[in-house]
């Protein structure tokens, strides 16, 4: 991880960790390149007062310290670690009280304050040094201005047609279910229209078009007939995914490495139609690579092998190569968007990786659904067998 955030207090105050992750994420990068890391300590006010004291022979607390470090050896090639600062979440909170503002914002400003120093920035040196390190500041929060600090979350309602299906039917609706989707906050609606049409219709593709209020995102297989029906329909966006009928679900990206052309043609014809197009990949360079020579918009890193991952280490690892491609996809101008298997459990570890945008969930929120409302569902019902009435 290029930051590290570290949280030691024994009572923390209500405060964002993803988005401070995030935020941190972005400004090391903008400021210090993709390969600077650093770690930050979100203390108490008598741990900040003992790193003052021994470190900085200073009495009492304060809100945030840096320590910046000189390359060590032994240091991989290209890394770079800049150091470690330390916040107090107590200050924090009591600074944000007095200037009225958000827990969160103040701690992003002593994140930008701290790592203007690592960036050799020194106020205590004189006024004209102080402009320059506040000029420093300005431009680190205009630059956290510009960016997502929270990702987008897109809700697929594959799976509500899936029990449809089952029998045939009007019911459930996932239709209605995009609604509620959409009431509960989620940003965006995802379908995946199959050629087998083994859950979402075709009616339903074209109701969601008139219905959905946030972003559809209707992911296909790149077919002549997919094209054609995404150019009528227009979806704010289309994804890319490969098709197998003897599949369960979408089991791999699409090999956009071997099938470029045919993927840059697909690609046209959707921006031809006025339609932003997202490709989904497995986390492989040479993917991403091929992907940002179709001239598509955005790639879906396929989260699966993540998601699999059974020992820790492997998760880990898998962590890890998800990170270093969607690095690699943000800095070929790629907005990047991540899913398949992602749950309950494995998803908040990603949600901090600022250069993901957004999240398409499925499964998961589908299956928990079931569950969080079967007990409603059931007195529902035995209200009607007991009383005769579902009041
Ligand atoms: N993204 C894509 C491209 C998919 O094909 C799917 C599965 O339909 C998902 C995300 C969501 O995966 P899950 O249902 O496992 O959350």
New binding site residues.
């Given amino acids: 991880m290029p930051v590290l955030v570290r949280t030691d207090h024994p009572d923390p105050p209500c405060f964002n960790p993803v988005r401070f992750t995030r935020a941190c994420g972005i400004l090391l990068r903008a400021a210090a390149g993709p390969e600077a890391e650093l770690s930050v300590l979100l203390a108490d006010d008598r741990e900040i007062a003992r790193i003052n004291e021994v470190w900085l022979g200073r009495c009492g607390p304060t809100n945030v310290i840096s320590f910046g470090q000189a390359e060590q050896p032994g240091q991989e090639a290209g890394c770079r670690i800049l150091g470690d600062i330390a916040i107090s979440l107590d200050t924090a909170r009591r600074e944000a009280g007095a200037a009225g503002l958000e827990l969160d914002q103040r701690l992003e400003s002593l994140f930008v304050h701290g790592l203007a120093h690592l960036l050799g920035e020194d106020h205590e040196l004189g006024p004209a040094e102080e402009a320059r390190m506040a000029g420093q500041e300005r431009r680190l929060h205009t630059i956290l201005s510009k960016e997502k600090l929270m990702a987008d979350l897109c809700i ?1 309602v ?2 509500v047609a899936t029990v449809r299906q089952a029998r045939g039917g009007r019911e459930p609706d996932p239709v209605l279910a995009a609604g509620l989707v959409e009431l509960a906050g989620a940003d965006g609606i ?1 379908t ?1 229209l199959r050629e087998d049409r083994r859950h979402i219709q075709d009616r339903d593709i074209r109701l969601l078009r008139e219905t959905v209020q946030t972003r559809l995102n209707l ?1 296909m297989a790149a077919t002549g007939e997919m094209l054609a029906l995404a150019a009528a329909i227009r979806p704010d966006i289309v ?1 890319l ?1 490969p098709e197998r009928r003897e599949e369960l ?2 089991e791999g990206g699409l090999d956009v490495a071997r099938t470029e052309a045919s993927v840059a043609e697909a690609v046209g014809r959707l921006h031809d139609a006025g339609i932003p197009v997202s490709l ?1 990949v497995d986390p492989e360079e040479r993917q991403i690579d091929a992907a940002a020579r179709t001239g598509a918009d955005c790639v ?1 890193i ?1 989260t699966g092998r993540y ?1 699999d991952a059974g020992d820790p280490e492997a998760v880990d690892q898998e962590f890890d190569h998800l990170l270093a491609r969607a690095r690699q996809a943000r800095d070929l101008g790629f907005r990047v968007h991540a ?4 749950n309950y459990r494995n998803t908040a570890r990603l949600a901090a990786v600022s250069e993901i945008e957004e999240f ?6 589908v299956s928990r659904a079931v569950l969080v409302g079967l007990t409603a569902a059931v007195r529902e019902m035995l209200a009607l067998v007991k009383r005769g009435s579902a009041g």
């Avoid at 899913?339 to 992602?342: E, F, I, N, V, Y």
Wanted: proline share 0%; charged share 10%.
């Fill in positions: 697929n594959d799976h995802v995946h992911e994804t995914v679900t979408t989904f879906e396929h998601a899913g398949h298997g992602l398409s969930i499925g499964h998961a929120v």
